[in-house]
C-alpha cells in the first residue's frame, strides 16, 4: 500500500519535473537571441511545417465544408431556413472546425515529422556535436522550427476556412440550389470580423504554440534510440491530439460561453 | 608533468541512474601528445570525453583544462572554451541538412567574422588536408562512412583548436579507411601540433599511433604507460585486454548458475 | 541555391496566399467594409423596442442594404434604446427629416434590421442626426397577447 502510494508520489514528481524541463526549454528556445542566418533557417522551416502541409489542409478543408453543407442543409430545409445554410457552414468552421481540425492535421503531418528529425539528430549526435562547437541547439534547431510552427498553423487555418467556405458554396449553392445572395448575405449579416475571425485565429494560434512545442520537446527529450523514435513520434501525436481538444474547450468557453 | 599537461582529471567520480561509472580517475593528458584512452566496451569511455567536453557534470571530481575548471564555467565562458577543442563522434554527427562545404565551414561562421572568401579558403584547405576537397558539394547522406568521418575531423579541426577529442575513431571502418584516419590523426597531431584524446577499444591502431595510453576498466584507471610498457604489462587483466583474449579475469560468460545443474536441474524439477 | 530559392518563393507565396485569405474572410465572409472610416456618416434613432437587433445589423432602404448598426445603448433619460447606425456617405444630406426608421425581420424566424423611408419634408437631416419617426419591433408575444385580449373582450 505504501509502495504504491510512494510510487504515486514518485509519477507526480517526475511529471512535474517534465512539465518545468519543458517549460524552461520552451523559454530558452523562444525568447533566446536568435543565430546567425535566423531568417533562413526559419524560411526552410516554414517551407517544411507550412507549404508542405497545405495540401492535406486544404483537401481536408474542401470536402469538410462540402460535408457541412450537405448535412446543414438536410436539416434546415425542414425548418424552411435552407437561406441560412451559408451562417451556418461559415461559423462552423470559423469558429470551431478549421482551427481544431487544422490543429490535428498539423500535429500528424507536420508535428510527427518535427519529432522523429529532431530525434534523428539526437541519435547521430548532431546536437551534442553543434553544442560542442559552441552553438546551442536551442537557439538554432529548435527555436527556428517552433516560430515556423507558430506561424505557419494560422495561415493554415486560414486557408482551411477559406477553402471550407468554398466547398459549403459549391455544394450549397451549385449543387441544392441554395439563393447565392442568402449563401453569402447572411453569412456577412453574422459573422464578426473580430469575434469569429479573430478568435478562431486566436484559438489557432495556441494550437500551433503547444502543438509545436509538443512535437519538438518530443524529439528533443526522447531516447536517441531506434525505439525511442518511434515512442516519441506517437507520443506526439496522442499528446498533442488531447492537449488541442482539451484547449478548445477551455478556449470556447472563455470566448463563445460568456465566461469571460 | 603538470606544467606541459593539458587536460588534468583529479579523482572523477560520476554515477547514473544508481551505476556507478568512474569511481575516482585521474589522468593527465600532456600537451603536444597523442594519449589514447582505452578499455573494453560499457566502460564509459565516451561519458569520459562528455565530461571533458563539459556537456556532463561529474558527482564529484574536477577536470581541469589549461588550468581552468571546466565544471565551474559560466556557459559564456565555456563556449569559449569549447572554441579551443574539437571533438569527432563516433557517427561523424554532420548536419544532415547542410552540404559537406556548409558542415566545415559552420564552427568558422559561428565563431569568425572572416569574410566569405576567406572561409572558402580555409575550408578547401581543410578539405584538402582529408582529401575530400573533391566531395565540398556532396551531402552527408551521399558519404560513405569514412568520407562522413573524414569530413567531420575536417569540421573539428576548422578552428585549429589545440584540443581534439577523438571518440572511437576507428568502429566500423574498413581496412583502407581505417589506415586513412590513423594516418591522418598522427599527421594532424604533427602538422598543427595538436593535443589529441583518442577513445578507443581498437588496441593495434590506437597502440601504433599513441605516446601514452590509459587502460579504465571498472570505473578506475587500470594501467598506464606507454604503448611498449603495456605489451609487457604483468597485471593478467591488462594483459588479456591488450592481447585480446577470450577469456581470461574478464570472464566469457555472463554470471549464470552452473551449467550442469541449469540442464540437469529442470528436468528433475 | 536553386533550391533554396524556390523554398523561398513558395514560402512567400504560402504567407501570401494566407494573408489574402483573410483578407477574403474578412471581406467576403464577414463583410468588413474597408472603407467605412471615411465614407459614411452617422445617424440616429430611438425605438421603444428594439427586439432582436443587434449591432453589425443591415440598415436597408427599399430593400438595399445602405448601412450598418454600429451601436446599441439604453437611453436612461427616456428609457428607450439609443441605435446608432452608419449610412453611406452617397446618402448624406439626402433623407428628409419626417423618413421613418423601422425595424423589420427577415421572413418568419430571420434577423431583424432596420428599414428606412423616405418622407417628404424640404428640410434634410445632417450628419450625426436624429431620425424622429419610429416603428419598434415586432415582439410576437406581444402580438399574442393583443389578439387573446380582443377575443376575450369581444
Known amino acids: ?260 | 608533468m603538470t606544467a606541459s599537461s593539458l587536460v588534468e582529471v583529479e579523482n572523477l567520480h560520476f554515477t547514473r541512474g544508481d551505476r556507478d561509472i568512474f569511481r575516482g580517475v585521474d589522468l593527465s593528458i600532456p600537451r603536444g601528445k597523442i594519449t589514447a584512452i582505452m578499455g573494453p566496451s560499457g566502460t564509459g569511455k565516451t561519458t569520459l570525453l562528455k565530461l571533458i567536453g563539459g556537456q556532463l557534470a561529474p558527482s564529484a571530481g574536477r577536470v581541469l583544462i589549461d588550468g581552468h575548471d571546466v565544471h565551474r564555467l559560466s556557459r559564456k565562458d565555456l563556449f569559449q572554451m569549447r572554441r579551443r577543442m574539437g571533438m569527432l563522434f563516433q557517427s561523424g554527427a554532420l548536419f544532415s541538412d547542410l552540404s559537406v562545404f556548409e558542415n566545415v565551414a559552420f564552427p568558422l561562421r559561428v565563431h569568425t567574422d572572416l569574410p566569405e572568401s576567406m572561409v572558402r579558403d580555409v575550408v578547401l584547405m581543410k578539405l584538402e588536408a582529408v582529401g575530400l576537397r573533391g566531395a565540398r558539394d556532396l551531402m552527408p547522406s551521399e558519404l560513405s562512412g569514412g568520407m562522413t568521418r573524414r569530413v567531420a575531423l575536417a569540421r573539428a579541426v576548422a578552428l585549429d583548436p589545440e584540443l581534439i577529442l577523438y571518440d572511437e575513431p576507428f568502429v566500423g571502418q574498413d581496412p583502407i579507411s581505417m589506415g586513412v584516419l590513423v594516418q591522418l590523426i598522427r599527421r594532424l597531431n604533427q602538422a598543427l601540433g595538436l593535443t589529441s584524446v583518442v577513445v578507443s577499444h581498437d588496441i593495434k591502431e590506437t597502440l601504433s599511433i599513441a605516446d601514452y595510453v590509459y587502460v579504465v576498466a571498472d570505473g578506475r584507471v587500470m594501467a598506464h604507460g606507454t604503448p611498449a610498457s603495456l605489451d609487457v604489462e604483468q597485471d593478467p587483466r591488462v594483459s588479456q585486454f591488450v592481447h585480446g583474449e577470450p577469456d581470461g579475469p574478464v570472464p566469457f560468460h555472463y554470471p549464470a548458475n552452473d551449467f550442469y545443474d541449469d540442464i540437469l536441474g529442470q528436468e528433475e524439477a | 541555391m536553386k533550391r533554396s530559392k524556390t523554398m523561398e518563393l513558395s514560402v512567400g507565396l504560402f504567407m501570401l496566399a494566407g494573408i489574402l485569405g483573410l483578407v477574403f474572410l474578412g471581406l467576403k465572409v464577414s463583410g468588413l467594409d474597408l472603407q467605412r472610416a471615411d465614407d459614411t456618416f452617422e445617424l440616429r434613432a430611438n425605438f421603444a423596442n428594439i427586439g432582436g437587433l443587434k449591432p453589425r445589423a443591415r440598415v436597408t432602404m427599399a430593400g438595399v442594404t445602405v448601412g450598418r448598426v454600429e451601436s446599441i445603448d439604453l437611453n436612461t433619460e427616456w428609457y428607450d434604446a439609443e441605435v446608432v447606425m452608419s449610412l453611406d456617405n452617397e446618402l448624406s444630406g439626402m433623407l428628409p427629416d419626417d423618413s421613418t426608421a423601422a425595424i423589420l425581420t427577415s421572413g418568419l424566424l430571420g434577423e431583424q434590421y432596420i428599414g428606412l423611408s423616405v418622407g417628404g419634408s424640404p428640410e434634410m437631416i445632417e450628419d450625426g442626426g436624429v431620425v424622429r419617426d419610429t416603428q419598434s419591433a415586432l415582439v410576437l408575444e406581444e402580438l399574442i397577447q393583443q389578439f387573446v385580449s380582443n377575443l376575450t373582450k369581444d
Do not use: H
Not at chain 1, 461559423?91 to 528529425?117: C, H, I, N, Q
Not at chain 1, 518511434?230 to 488531447?242: D, G, I, M, N, Q
Open chain 1, 1 to 260: 500500500m505504501i509502495e504504491r502510494i510512494s510510487r504515486l508520489g514518485r509519477r507526480g514528481c517526475d511529471l512535474l519535473e517534465a512539465v518545468g524541463r519543458a517549460g524552461l526549454f520552451l523559454a530558452q528556445s523562444m525568447f533566446g537571441r536568435p543565430t546567425m542566418g535566423g531568417i533562413s533557417l526559419w524560411i526552410a522551416q516554414v517551407y517544411m511545417v507550412g507549404v508542405l502541409s497545405l495540401a492535406i489542409i486544404l483537401v481536408s478543408g474542401l470536402f469538410i465544408g462540402m460535408v457541412l453543407a450537405l448535412q446543414g442543409y438536410t436539416i434546415l430545409v425542414d425548418f424552411g431556413a435552407a437561406d441560412a445554410l451559408g451562417q451556418m457552414v461559415s461559423l462552423a468552421l470559423l469558429r470551431e472546425l478549421a482551427p481544431v481540425v487544422a490543429a490535428l492535421l498539423f500535429a500528424g503531418r507536420a508535428g510527427s515529422a518535427l519529432t522523429a528529425e529532431i530525434g534523428l539528430m539526437k541519435a547521430t549526435e548532431q546536437l551534442t556535436s553543434m553544442e560542442m562547437i559552441g552553438v546551442d541547439p536551442l537557439r538554432r534547431i529548435v527555436a527556428p522550427r517552433l516560430w515556423a510552427g507558430f506561424v505557419s498553423l494560422p495561415l493554415l487555418t486560414i486557408g482551411f476556412s477559406v477553402v471550407g467556405i468554398y466547398g459549403g458554396y459549391l455544394v450549397g449553392v451549385e449543387w441544392l440550389g441554395v439563393f447565392e445572395g442568402s449563401y453569402w448575405g447572411n453569412m456577412q449579416a453574422s459573422v464578426g470580423f473580430f469575434n469569429d475571425i479573430g478568435n478562431g485565429i486566436v484559438k489557432s494560434l495556441m494550437f500551433a504554440l503547444v502543438v509545436t512545442w509538443i512535437a519538438v520537446f518530443q524529439g528533443y527529450d526522447l531516447i536517441p534510440t531506434s525505439e525511442g523514435i518511434s515512442r516519441a513520434t506517437t507520443r506526439t501525436v496522442v499528446y498533442s491530439s488531447l492537449a488541442v481538444l482539451g484547449l478548445d474547450f477551455v478556449l470556447t468557453a472563455v470566448m463563445f460561453g460568456g465566461l469571460s
